[in-house]
T-cell receptor, first 116, second 111 residues
Framework: GAVVSQHPSWVICKSGTSVKIECRSL??????MFWYRQFPKQSLMLMAT?????????EQGVEKDKFLINHASLTLSTLTVTSAHPEDSSFYIC????????????FGPGTRLTVL | SQQGEEDPQALSIQEGENATMNCSYK?????LQWYRQNSGRGLVHLIL?????REKHSGRLRVTLDTSKKSSSLLITASRAADTASYFC???????????FGAGTRLAVHP
């Protein structure tokens, strides 16, 4: 089946630095990818939709200048957390939509970000 | 709120017992999915049920869907300690393949 990878799987950074998270579709092309955030013991919240060749669309309440999304190619989307702060510490998960409408999505394994 | 609701928030049972988790959502859907997440790990897809289906089985899992009540349930029969995880429902109510997740149920199965 389709595989989505994320890199890194975990990252620890100092407050004020920027962190880039990669999401790759390994054996298929994805013109769209989704980015979710999950705080400890909470559910997944959709942050934004990454679109290849155009700007990302952000969900209400998500700061687009803080969470920069770039869909560089049909197999790669990146999320950059700029000027990270401890409250940005979270589990970030990407997904790609199914090839056929109504099927399940392909989720990446997630990236654990800890900001000190 | 973006999320649907799940209950219970937490469930603690003994091995061998059945576990039932419920999910409610707010808008019309094409399908509803259930996922499992072990602590600190990624999502594992369990079952997808379409809006024209009422019940679906997969091994020890049974999912029901009542679109008139906008609710679904996940039943795990003969639970095992390895079933300990968080369980989330997700609907395509977000449109354009976006998934809206429920708040989740944390299941603890004790040996």
């Amino acid at each position: 089946g389709a595989v989505v990878s994320q890199h890194p799987s975990w990252v620890i950074c100092k407050s004020g630095t920027s962190v880039k998270i990669e999401c790759r579709s390994l054996d298929f092309q994805a013109t769209t990818m989704f980015w979710y955030r999950q705080f400890p013991k909470q559910s997944l919240m959709l942050m934004a939709t990454s679109n290849e060749g155009s700007k990302a669309t952000y969900e209400q309440g998500v700061e687009k200048d803080k969470f920069l999304i770039n869909h560089a190619s049909l197999t790669l989307s990146t999320l950059t957390v700029t000027s990270a702060h401890p409250e940005d510490s979270s589990f970030y998960i990407c997904s790609a939509p199914p090839a056929r409408a109504g099927d399940t999505q392909y989720f990446g394994p997630g990236t654990r970000l800890t900001v000190l | 709120s973006q999320q649907g609701e799940e209950d219970p928030q937490a469930l603690s049972i003994q091995e061998g017992e059945n576990a039932t988790m419920n999910c409610s959502y707010k808008t019309s859907i094409n399908n509803l999915q259930w996922y499992r997440q072990n602590s600190g790990r990624g999502l594992v897809h369990l079952i997808l049920i379409r809006s024209n289906e009422r019940e679906k089985h997969s091994g020890r899992l049974r999912v029901t869907l009542d679109t008139s009540k906008k609710s679904s349930s996940l039943l795990i029969t003969a639970s095992r300690a390895a079933d300990t995880a968080s369980y989330f429902c997700a609907t395509d109510a977000g449109g354009y393949n976006k998934l809206i997740f429920g708040a989740g149920t944390r299941l603890a199965v004790h040996p």
